[in-house]
């Protein structure tokens, strides 16, 4: 089983920043990549950024330039997110790929007013 546990979301004004941070554990060998994905109300999930084991990344188009995936430890990654808008608003769900199969967290909200 893998277990992931998200935090660091809240409620931000336009322009602002906010860091999200995402801790794994327990059977994590074969781990490929971890990242975030967002839903807001009424839309598909998204990839918003992954990373690789090896630090390869990628962004969604709508995010490049202003947030930032990297690895605090083998464990645990974190999304920067600044410059940050009322579309970014939603609930980030991290994930974490472990020999081809998606392990997800539990969301933590986002909301971004203007």
């Known amino acids: 089983q893998v277990q992931l546990v998200e935090s660091g979301g809240g409620l931000v004004q336009a322009g602002g920043s906010l860091r999200l941070s995402c801790a794994a554990s327990?059977?994590?060998?074969?781990?490929?990549?971890m990242g975030w994905y967002r839903q807001a109300p009424g839309k598909q999930r998204e990839l918003v950024a992954r990373i690789t084991t090896d630090g390869s990344t990628n962004y969604a188009n709508s995010v490049k330039g202003r947030f930032t995936i990297s690895r605090d430890n083998e464990n645990t990654v974190l999304l920067q997110m600044n410059s940050l808008k009322p579309d970014d608003t939603a609930v980030y769900y991290c994930?974490?790929?472990?020999?081809?199969?998606?392990?997800w967290g539990q969301g933590t909200q986002v909301t971004v007013s203007s």
């Open positions: 994930v974490l790929d472990r020999a081809g199969f998606d392990y």
């Open positions: 327990g059977i994590i060998f074969n781990m490929r990549s």
